[in-house]
């Protein structure tokens, strides 16, 4: 649970705006798409290998 602390003369849009940016910190909602389907060890270990190769081929 994530817990922000209002200071007395911070306006309720600065203390939104800590707490999106902690809850995207937390990486929460990319966790959550990443459970939405299954992959295979196999395919994922394939696509990291594949998005390396890119990385390298195009800013290496």
Do not use: C, W
Not at 4 to 25: G, H, M, P, Q, T
Not at 52 to 59: I, V
């Amino acid at each position: 649970m994530l817990i922000i602390n209002v200071k007395e003369e911070e306006s309720i849009d600065r203390a939104l705006k800590r707490y999106k940016r902690k809850f995207r910190n937390t990486k929460l909602i990319q966790e959550l798409r990443r459970r939405k389907h299954f992959v295979k060890p196999s395919v994922e270990r394939r696509n990291e290998l594949l998005n390396a190769e890119y990385r390298l081929k195009n800013f290496g």
